[in-house]
């Protein structure tokens, strides 16, 4: 008995959080008052102190969080000349990539389509890629060079072509780019033409017929501009001034406006600056480099840049189309001063603050939005 009394008390010593410690007291004395009342007050005091070093012990053993990343800050060399062709040049090296860019602008857009032949600028622009060289359309020749994108946009005032490639292919495709810009109708004939022209009846079904947004930047036009100012009519044309279109219509608008007084042409990439002057007289013909008898530009149809921007037609109030969208859709239009002018920051400026206060807003909401 005697035995199994000590063996009790020995369990009894391990389980010190059940009682006090065993050296507070004799063997079989309970215990006092005193060391109760102690035990009551210490309680909550070692609850809090554990609940602290555990917190303690978590926040030494996390890792920092990480500082954000430092946003690199870029630098370009630029270099902008003017040949005595008239043409302008500008270089911009940019070695974040093995890849280099070859853009064309040209100064020409749908306002300087005829009256009545409206589409001949994009008619112009399609041409131009089925033009020949040695028995080979310039889209082959240009996917033979190494050009990863090849493509071109004709907008109201101007006529962009633009090709990117690697780095290796650069002299490639300024030849080619050059061999377009001197001769941008070479090897088209009738067939040729008629072709080209079903695809932009082609893009006219796609993009004006059976697009909702085709339809909405149409009817935003006219209720903008007058019917007499170029802005009013259809980029690409109609049907119609299609069907009157010719290919003596294309060659003389080429030989009107396609001349060097009236390009830009950007070349882009991981490219030397210094090599400019070298890839330039080694691509380029004489025509784009020695200087012209005549860089008067022809004069386009839409009304005097330097004046105001026209008054809209009268208002017929809201136009409605109806279309397949999830949710209604209200496009507002404003006038504002030319683009390419003494004001153009303010146009862009002005544009950039109404982007901001209604497109970024309408992102955080459940509006649907159209492709430009």
């Known amino acids: 008995m005697k035995r199994r009394a000590e063996t ?18 004799r063997r079989g004395q309970p215990p006092s008052p005193s060391s109760a009342r102690d035990r009551s007050n210490l309680g909550p005091w070692t609850h809090w102190l554990a609940l602290l070093s ?14 954000p990343p430092e946003t690199p800050i870029a630098s370009f060399r630029i270099r902008d000349l ?24 040209v100064g020409i857009g749908s306002t300087s389509d005829p009256p009545g032949k409206e589409g001949l600028a994009h008619l112009v622009e ?21 050009a990863g994108i090849s493509n071109a946009e004709t907008d109201h005032d101007c006529t962009s072509y633009y090709e990117f490639g690697p780095r290796d292919a650069a002299l490639d495709l300024l030849v080619l780019e050059g061999s377009r810009m001197s001769d941008p109708l070479a090897g088209v004939d ?11 009846r082609a893009e006219i079904r796609q993009r004006g017929e059976t697009s909702l947004g085709g339809a909405v930047r149409q009817a935003i036009s006219k209720a903008t501009y007058p019917a007499t100012h170029a802005y009013s009519r259809p980029v690409g044309g109609t049907h119609e001034s299609l069907d009157r279109l010719t290919l003596a219509d294309a060659q003389a608008f080429v030989k009107t406006h396609y001349r060097p007084a009236n390009m830009t042409t950007v070349i882009t990439g991981d490219l030397p600056i210094e090599r400019l002057d070298g890839l330039v007289l080694e691509a380029f013909p004489p025509s784009l480099l020695d200087p012209v ?45 030319p683009t390419y002018g003494p004001t153009s920051h303010l146009a862009q400026l002005a544009v950039g603050g109404l982007s901001t206060a209604i497109i970024m807003p309408s992102k955080r909401t459940t509006t649907s939005s159209m492709e430009r």
């Open 8 to 25: 009790r008390d020995e369990e009894r010593d391990k389980k010190g959080w059940m009682d006090e410690p065993v050296r507070s007291r």
């Open 54 to 67: 555990i917190l303690f012990a978590v926040c030494c053993g996390s890792p920092a969080p990480p500082k």
């Open 82 to 105: 003017r040949l005595p062709s008239g043409l302008r040049l500008i270089a911009e090296q940019d070695n974040a990539a093995p890849v280099v860019g070859v853009v064309n602008v």
């Open 126 to 146: 399609h041409l131009t890629f089925a033009a020949k060289r040695g028995g080979r359309t310039m889209t082959s020749l240009l996917q033979q060079a190494g």
């Open 190 to 200: 009738e067939a040729t033409f008629n072709a080209e022209r079903e695809v932009v």
């Open 293 to 337: 008898a005549d860089r008067r530009l022809a004069l386009r149809h839409v009304a005097d840049p330097s004046r105001e921007a026209p008054d809209p037609p009268p208002s017929q109030g809201l136009v409605k189309i109806e279309g397949l969208v999830t949710t209604p859709v209200l496009n507002l239009a404003w006038s504002l001063p």
